[in-house]
T-cell receptor, first 114, second 115 residues
Framework: GAVVSQHPSWVICKSGTSVKIECRSLDFQATTMFWYRQFPKQSLMLMATSNEGSKATYEQGVEKDKFLINHASLTLSTLTVTSAHPEDSSFYIC??????????FGSGTQLSVL | AQSVAQPEDQVNVAEGNPLTVKCTYSVSGNPYLFWYVQYPNRGLQFLLKYITGDNLVKGSYGFEAEFNKSQTSFHLKKPSALVSDSALYFCAVSPPRGGYNKLIFGAGTRLAVHP
């Protein structure tokens, strides 16, 4: 099946720094990608919908200036956590939609902010 | 508010026994329903979905799920568990006509199948 690569799988950073997470669809073009966040023992929460060539659509309560999303090509979306703080520590997962029906997920990124 | 509940953090089953992983939802209308599985260090993988039609849906790896509208449930089942089924399982719903947009996930249930 289709593969979505997410990198890095884990990252530790100092408070105040920025971290970029990449999500790539390896064998298909994805006009739409999604970014989720998961806290321990809680649901995956949709943060934003990323559309190639246009601005991302953020869910209510998600700070767009904090979580910058860029979807510059049909195979790559990036999530940048700007000025990270310990409360941003979480598990971030991307997914890419193939056509109108199939959704493929990356393996996730564990972010720890010290 | 729309939500998905997976009441069990973990389910333990002996190999060869039937398994059930529970899911209930609270979404207005007729939602799309999904089950995903996540193995360690891997992305979520699609197992099965219900959109309309027969209440019993068959999916990958011998799994099936039963849609019960009156109980707003979509429990995942397998007649005979394998050790290799041990993983994290997520139930998800999408509002009516939502397709794969705005999936609402449960918190996940860890399935442990013992030899």
């Amino acid at each position: 099946g289709a593969v979505v690569s997410q990198h890095p799988s884990w990252v530790i950073c100092k408070s105040g720094t920025s971290v970029k997470i990449e999500c790539r669809s390896l064998d298909f073009q994805a006009t739409t990608m999604f970014w989720y966040r998961q806290f321990p023992k809680q649901s995956l929460m949709l943060m934003a919908t990323s559309n190639e060539g246009s601005k991302a659509t953020y869910e209510q309560g998600v700070e767009k200036d904090k979580f910058l999303i860029n979807h510059a090509s049909l195979t790559l979306s990036t999530l940048t956590v700007t000025s990270a703080h310990p409360e941003d520590s979480s598990f971030y997962i991307c997914s890419a939609r193939q056509g109108n029906e199939k959704l493929f997920f990356g393996s996730g990124t564990q972010l720890s902010v010290l | 508010a729309q939500s998905v509940a997976q009441p069990e953090d973990q389910v333990n089953v002996a190999e060869g026994n039937p398994l059930t992983v529970k899911c209930t939802y609270s979404v207005s209308g007729n939602p799309y329903l999904f089950w995903y599985v996540q193995y360690p260090n891997r992305g979520l993988q699609f197992l099965l979905k219900y959109i309309t039609g027969d209440n019993l849906v068959k999916g990958s790896y011998g799994f099936e799920a039963e849609f019960n509208k009156s109980q707003t449930s979509f429990h995942l089942k397998k007649p005979s568990a394998l050790v290799s089924d041990s993983a994290l399982y997520f139930c998800a719903v999408s509002p009516p006509r939502g397709g794969y947009n705005k999936l609402i996930f449960g918190a996940g249930t860890r399935l442990a199948v013992h030899p």
